[in-house]
């Protein structure tokens, strides 16, 4: 079945028939992804990344196609933003630091590119007539008292802790989007990701998957906060790129859920990294982080409905082409 999105049929959850896209955060993890996605497809793509979590390594071989320009800037300078080449009808705002161990070492930058990044972002979009999207996350569910999460969920998120630079700064950056379409009729959306992962992740970035997977390829034990218990619903980054640009290509507000259906705990998830690397690596209990959810699994029938859109790789295939990532680059290293 084909997404209906502005006078565009699409004829799978792609995001097919743009011309221009600016891409913010596009040398980061998922933005790199979507970049390459976009250009795909056919659709001229401006990178802007200030570099501070991304990596220009994970945007270089797109330097090759003619529709890439890769900028190097900050989405929270207005001056840059708007002289960035356009005009472009679809602006994907991902710029954020997004692991803990990144958010947490850059606490006020976090808090102003989800601020002052997300307004000059959507000015842009405004002014170029473009659709927008905003990345949000699953962590505006703060430690969820409802399980599993649905978009009407508000959240319990402790605004003093350690992890409210981020979890505030995605809530405050909704309240943006949601004033900007209701006083300018900006055409925005907002995108709740749940945890992705995938090639192109940083192993030192502190989040699960590559921390797990570079002590297994090392021989070293594996770092299990807690008793390992708490569960996440992890999504392989293809997924992710597909639920973003289907509704990029809807004509759906959000928020909207993209999300992985298994729910597994950090455990059993540690466990199949050691059985699929082959590794002989023990696993450790670590203290667990301040305020880490307990348990993470997003209700993704409103994506299903609205967008078509499903996950469609189990968590042990998207594990496998990770590894194999990984594998691959510490061979070459
Ligand atoms: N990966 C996930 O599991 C996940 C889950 C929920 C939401 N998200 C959201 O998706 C987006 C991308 O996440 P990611 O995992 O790829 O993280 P990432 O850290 O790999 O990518 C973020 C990118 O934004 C860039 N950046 C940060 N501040 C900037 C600024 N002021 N100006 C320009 N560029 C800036 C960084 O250099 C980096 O390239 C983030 O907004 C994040 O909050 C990610």
């Avoid at 071989?61 to 005009?87: A, C, Y």
Wanted: proline fraction near 5%; include cysteine; hydrophobic fraction near 35%.
């Amino acid at each position: 079945m084909g997404v209906r999105g502005r006078g565009r049929v699409i004829g799978d959850v792609t995001g097919r028939g743009w011309r221009r896209a600016l891409v913010t955060g596009g040398a980061g993890f998922v933005g790199s992804h979507l970049c390459a996605r976009l250009l795909d497809d056919g659709t001229d793509v401006v990178c802007l990344d200030n570099l501070s979590t991304g990596t220009r390594s994970n945007v270089l071989e797109l330097d090759r196609r003619r529709r890439f320009r890769f900028v190097r800037g900050d989405v929270t300078d207005e001056d840059v933003v708007h002289g960035l080449p356009g005009p472009f009808d679809l602006v994907l705002h991902f710029a954020c630091p997004a692991s803990p161990a990144d958010y947490l070492r850059l606490p006020l930058e976090t808090l102003d590119v989800g601020s002052s990044g997300t307004r000059n972002a959507l000015e842009r979009a405004r002014r170029d007539g473009a659709r927008f999207l905003l990345a949000s996350t699953s962590e505006v569910y703060g430690d969820p008292l409802e399980h599993p999460q649905t978009e009407s969920y508000w959240g319990n998120v402790n605004p003093v802790g350690p992890r409210s630079v981020y979890d505030e700064s995605k809530r405050f950056s909704e309240a943006l989007v949601t004033a900007h379409r209701s006083v300018h009729g900006t055409d925005a959306a907002i995108v709740r990701i749940f945890n992705t992962y995938g090639p192109r992740m940083r192993t030192g970035d502190g989040r699960a998957v590559p921390t797990f997977i570079a002590q297994a390829l090392d021989g070293t034990p594996l770092t299990v906060a807690g008793d390992g218990s708490q569960t996440r619903s992890l999504t392989y980054v293809d997924d992710t790129v597909d639920g973003v640009l289907a509704l990029a290509a809807s004509a759906e507000t959000g928020p909207v859920n993209i999300g992985g259906g298994e729910e597994i705990t950090m455990l059993e998830l540690a466990r199949r990294v050691v059985e699929l690397t082959g590794s002989r690596s023990r696993i450790r209990f670590v203290e667990r982080p301040v305020d880490d959810p307990e348990r993470r699994r997003p209700d993704t029938r409103l994506a299903a409905e609205r967008l078509g859109w499903r996950p469609r790789v189990g968590w042990s295939e998207g594990l496998e082409s990770t590894i194999g990532w990984f594998t691959a680059r510490a061979v070459a290293a």
